[in-house]
C-alpha cells in the first residue's frame, strides 16, 4: 500500500443507470447540492426506455459538470457484471489521473448535504483509508426508516467512494456479481483500511431496497448467494451469516434465499474468482470473525498490515 496525500478535493462520479426516471432527480439534486460538488459527473444512460434520457439531457444542459453517455440497450436491467461493464465505458471517457478520488455512484439515492466532503476529511485524516461511504436506509411501506445493516468493515456498492490510487493498486472493480465485496477485500489484503459509517450525517436514503432491482427481492438475495460463493467464501461462514439475515425484511424467506443461491453455486461447482489468494485471505478472515467478531478480526488484519508497512526506525 502507498499514499499520497493531495491537498485537492477534486472528485469524479460515474454512475450506470437504467430507467431511474422514478428516482433520479433526488439524486441528481442531493449530489449537486453538496457542500463539496463532484469537478465532474460522467452519468452512463445503459439503454432507458423510461424517461431517464429526458431527465439527463435536461441536467446536463443546466450543469456543465454532468456529462452524459449512451449505450445500445441490451433489452433489459443488467446488475453485477452489466453495471461494472456500463461503470468502465464512462469512466474509459474522462483521464482518471486527473482525480484524486473516484466514486461508483447509483441514481436512486438521497444523500446527505455534507457528505462527500465529510468523507474526504476522514480520508485526509486517516492516509490508510483506501475505500469508504457511509450507510444506507430506506423506508418501509409503512414509513419506518430501516436500516440495511451492512458492516463497518465495508464500503457499500451504490457509494463506492474511492483514494484514486487505491483503486488502481487493486486493479478496480471485478466483472462479477460480488465485485463491492472483493474490492474490499483486495483492498484490504493490499495494506488499506476499507471502512463505513453510521453517523447521522452520512446515512442516506436508498430509494430502492438492496438487492430488489431485478424481478424479485428474492432474486437478488439469491444472486448474493452465489457472488459470495463467487468470491470464496467459507460455507460454515455464509449460512452464519444468512441465518442472521432471516431477523430481517423480508424476514426468513430473504436469508433462506441467500443460503439457497450459495448452495445452489456449491452442488453444481460453479467457478469461483480467478485470485486463489484472495479466495484464501478471505475465508481466513471469515473463520477468524465467527470466533472473535468481525469487528476484531478486521482490526487484527489491520494492525498487521500497519506493522508491514510502518517505516523501519533510525
Known amino acids: 500500500m502507498s499514499s499520497e496525500p493531495s491537498a485537492s478535493r477534486d472528485y469524479l462520479l460515474v454512475s450506470p443507470c437504467r430507467n431511474e426516471a422514478d428516482y433520479m432527480r433526488r439524486t441528481l439534486d442531493s449530489v449537486l447540492g453538496q457542500s463539496v460538488p463532484p469537478a465532474r459527473w460522467v452519468i452512463v444512460d445503459d439503454g432507458s426506455t423510461d424517461g431517464t434520457s429526458q431527465i439527463l439531457a435536461d441536467y ?27 461503470f468502465y465505458h464512462g469512466l474509459d471517457q474522462v483521464e482518471l489521473a486527473d482525480y484524486p478520488y473516484l466514486c461508483k455512484l447509483d441514481l436512486d439515492l438521497d444523500l446527505p448535504p455534507r457528505y462527500f466532503e465529510i468523507l474526504m476529511e476522514r480520508m485526509e485524516d486517516n492516509p490508510r483509508i483506501g475505500s469508504c461511504s457511509g450507510k444506507p436506509w430506506f423506508r418501509s411501506a409503512s414509513g419506518s426508516w430501516i436500516s440495511e445493516k451492512c458492516g463497518d468493515e465495508m464500503s457499500v456498492g451504490m457509494t463506492k467512494f474511492y483514494r484514486r490510487t487505491c483503486f488502481e493498486q487493486i486493479g478496480g472493480f471485478v466483472r462479477e456479481v460480488m465485485w463491492d465485496a472483493i474490492d474490499c477485500h483486495k483492498a484490504r489484503q493490499m495494506g488499506w483500511v476499507v471502512v463505513s459509517w453510521n453517523d447521522e450525517e452520512l446515512r442516506f436514503e436508498h430509494l430502492r431496497p438492496m438487492g430488489s432491482s431485478q424481478k424479485s427481492v428474492f432474486t437478488g438475495r439469491r444472486r448474493h448467494g452465489f457472488g459470495q460463493y463467487y468470491m470464496g467464501s467459507d460455507p460454515a461462514y455464509f449460512i452464519a451469516t444468512g441465518l442472521y439475515r432471516m431477523a430481517h425484511p423480508p424476514y426468513i424467506l430473504g436469508g433462506l434465499a441467500t443460503i439457497q443461491g450459495y448452495l445452489g453455486a456449491l452442488l453444481r461447482g460453479d467457478k469461483q474468482h480467478e485470485d486463489a489468494e484472495l479466495r484464501r485471505f478471505i475465508r481466513d478472515y471469515q473463520r477468524r470473525a465467527l470466533k472473535v467478531g468481525k469487528s476484531r478480526a478486521v482490526a487484527e488484519i489491520e494492525a498487521r498490515q500497519a506493522a508491514m508497512h510502518r517505516p523501519p526506525q533510525p
Open 60 to 86: 446536463a444542459a443546466r450543469y456543465p459538470i454532468i456529462q452524459v453517455v449512451s449505450k445500445p440497450d441490451r433489452g433489459h436491467r443488467a446488475v453485477g457484471p452489466g453495471v461494472i461493464e456500463a
